[in-house]
């Protein structure tokens, strides 16, 4: 009851919706084959959007500004994260999932604004899920889908020729990389797992067999999951030796993308560790919390990762759920997010 008191009504009952959805994932996905599950999770996504308010919002907030963005005028955002990150709407979902995961605790030394606080899983899930779910920090003014993913080209953060684009995580869906390709931007696709030689694609687009890590490896053991039936060797390296080796140590990655299921947070901890996180102006990706990958015993690493990541100027300017199981012990939450680096310094 604490729950519907705390929580907006319509925050709950977008719980349980989203949790029905999710359910019914899980049953399609128990009951269809892998192809069917893929195309069923597009699906979903445009699905689950309906009850997402904060779409509409961000549609209405962009027709909104638009005006402002016809005088060329560069939209701040008021805050700036080097001053602090106010994470106090979180309350609610911290209650929310302590109901629902860990009902003997104790709440009153919780504090969303204090990590030291955030000491066990579904405390770091709780803060994820209510990031994922608050209103976006960046109002791009000029969201443009390329492929499935978002960019922002509001003239602060514009792409546009000489662009450079990484792109991890293909599964044969070309659709973002020949849309950065045909914006005029020298394109690099990432994928091991497709057992596709390196080749170039197009005039300024190269496909290379290798992966993203963080650490390089020539014969790393990826897990077995639905894109990875059977055991492989694959090539890693960490973006920091692939732009030694393409020769962009002293380029800016206009736009980043991930998509490499559940592999991304110890990506993003590298890119922070090793600073190239600096030189990239937009991120999109999907990130992943699947049923104990990564574990459950790292979600409070992970957590600080994410607050690490948002503490570098990185403000999301589009998120999309996908499915979400609020189960005890089927925990699962997944989005598409965009950011863009409000702390770039351009060289
Ligand atoms: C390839 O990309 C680079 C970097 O964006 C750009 O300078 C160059 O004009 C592009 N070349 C072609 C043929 O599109
Ligand atoms: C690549 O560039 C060359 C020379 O500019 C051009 O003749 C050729 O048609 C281009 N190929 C593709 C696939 O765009
Ligand atoms: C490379 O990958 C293999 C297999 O996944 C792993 O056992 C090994 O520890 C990795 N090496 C490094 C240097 O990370």
Redesign the pocket.
């Known amino acids: 009851m604490m729950v519907r008191a705390l929580c907006s009504s319509k925050t709950f009952s977008l719980m349980i919706v989203v949790f029905l959805v999710a359910v019914i994932v899980v049953l399609m996905a128990l009951s269809q084959n892998e192809q069917s599950v893929r195309n069923f999770k597009d699906q979903s996504t445009k699905n689950v959007q309906y009850f997402i308010p904060q779409v509409e919002a961000d549609k209405r907030n962009r027709d909104k500004s638009s005006q402002e963005s016809m005088t060329g005028q560069v939209q701040q955002h008021a805050l700036n994260p080097k001053d602090g990150i106010d994470n106090s709407g979180a309350l609610c979902y911290l209650i929310y999932y302590a109901d629902s995961f860990d009902k003997t605790s104790e709440f009153s030394g919780v504090d969303p604004n204090n990590p030291d606080t955030i000491d066990k899983w579904w405390k770091a899930a709780a803060m994820i899920d209510w990031y994922w779910n608050s209103p976006v920090e960046y109002k791009c003014t000029d969201i443009v889908a390329v492929g499935n993913y978002d960019i922002c080209q509001d003239s602060r953060f514009i792409i546009k020729p000489s662009c450079l684009v990484y792109s991890f995580g293909i599964d044969f869906r070309y659709s973002f990389d020949d849309a950065m390709s045909n914006l005029g931007c020298e394109v690099h696709s990432f994928d091991p797992s497709m057992g596709v030689e390196t080749h170039k694609r197009a005039n300024n687009s190269t496909f290379h067999n290798i992966g993203i ?1 963080h ?8 897990r077995l999951d639905k894109f990875v039936k059977t055991p492989q ?1 694959w090539k ?1 390296r960490t973006l920091q030796t692939l732009m030694k080796e393409l020769g962009h140590e002293e380029k800016v990655i206009d736009v980043l993308k991930l998509d490499i299921e559940g592999y991304e947070w110890t990506v993003i901890d590298n890119l922070i560790e090793t600073n190239v996180i600096k030189n990239i102006r937009q991120f999109v990706m999907e990130i992943h919390l699947v049923h104990e990958w990564p574990p459950k015993a790292d979600y409070v690493h992970l957590y600080q990762i994410h607050t690490k990541l948002r503490e570098m100027g990185f403000q999301k300017f589009t998120i999309k759920p996908y499915s979400k199981v609020l189960v005890e012990g089927y925990y699962a939450n997944q989005v598409e997010i965009s950011f863009v680096n409000v702390l770039f310094q351009p060289r």
């Not at 650490?215 to 790393?220: E, G, L, P, Q, R």
């Open positions: 890590s650490s390089n490896n020539d014969s790393f053991a990826p060797e890693m």
